[in-house]
């Protein structure tokens, strides 16, 4: 019998994964605005994580400032953008240093929020710029490497959880993620490079097959630590989920934890290691 969990899961997955690839083909601001629209989210969920008032300024500093901070790097205002998470950086250090802060939480409270902003405001924008710049509808070669992560995220985190469920017996990271196996880690790789030669057979077809495997081998891994650092984030606070915003899958952070790590990696070996003219 299907448990009402796995039922919504599987509504939502039906209803959200071709929404989110649609969006990924038409790009443009369409699409710009729904990573702003999960950076905000985001933010917002690691805020609340460690009840930060929404009217406090220790919320909307960093708030206001990361999803600034996304906007500008995402299209092409790489130091504007910077200068957001910088600026993030000396208000909220000026703030605590003024404040009625307890002297033993200032420094946990200054780094808490200042990792945060990093966390989304540096990453966040990788996910906009491995699409590419393009106008609404213009396609871009980039739409397929988004798609190829996508997919590979989707298809190992499943991979991983079946792998894990039939034949985990050695935990991966017992303190930070009980349910984790290595057996789930290894299956997940397995997922991740079976859609990787999927797409070297239909779509990325005049892509080095090397080329494919190393880049499935760093999704592979840099989206399961992903996966254990925002864990280790919901452990150190004592939460199951981010947030309840998707019924069967917790918040935006939990859906999306994966692609934070893993999109910075792509893209850079997209520009610097395969020279790719529109990243």
């Not at 303190?175 to 880690?185: A, D, L, M, R």
């Not at 057979?201 to 592979?220: E, M, P, R």
């Amino acid at each position: 019998m299907i448990s009402k969990n796995l039922t919504q899961r599987l509504i939502v997955a039906a209803v959200a994964i071709p929404a989110i690839l649609f969006m990924v083909f038409l790009g443009g601001d369409l699409f710009l605005y729904f990573v702003l629209l999960l950076a905000a989210i985001g933010m917002y969920e690691y805020l609340s994580g460690a009840k930060i008032a929404m009217h406090s300024p220790f919320f909307m500093v960093p708030f206001a400032g990361v999803v600034a901070s996304v906007y500008l790097t995402a299209t092409g205002n790489d130091v504007l953008g910077g200068l957001c998470l910088l600026g993030i950086f000396i208000l909220i250090g000026i703030m605590l240093a003024v404040g009625k802060e307890p002297i033993d939480r200032l420094y946990s409270r200054l780094t808490y929020i200042v990792w945060g902003c990093f966390y989304i405001g540096l990453l966040y924008p990788f996910v906009y710029l491995i699409r590419g710049e393009t106008g609404w509808m213009e396609a871009a070669p980039g739409q397929w490497w988004l798609f190829l992560l996508l997919g590979s995220l989707w298809l190992g985190d499943t991979a991983a959880m079946f792998f894990g469920k039939m034949f985990g017996k050695h935990k991966l990271a017992p303190i930070v993620s009980p349910n984790k196996t290595v057996e789930g880690f290894i299956g997940g790789f397995i997922g991740v490079v079976i859609v990787a030669m999927i797409f070297k057979i239909f779509w990325l077809t005049d892509i080095n097959a090397y080329h494919l495997i190393i880049i499935s081998i760093l999704i592979g891994l840099f989206g399961q630590l992903g996966d254990l650092v925002e864990s280790l984030w919901k452990r150190s606070l004592g939460i199951k989920d981010s947030s309840a915003l998707i019924p069967g899958h917790g918040g935006v952070l939990d859906r999306f934890d994966s692609l934070l790590f893993s999109a910075p990696v792509l893209y850079l070996y997209l520009k610097y290691i395969m020279h790719s003219s529109w990243v």
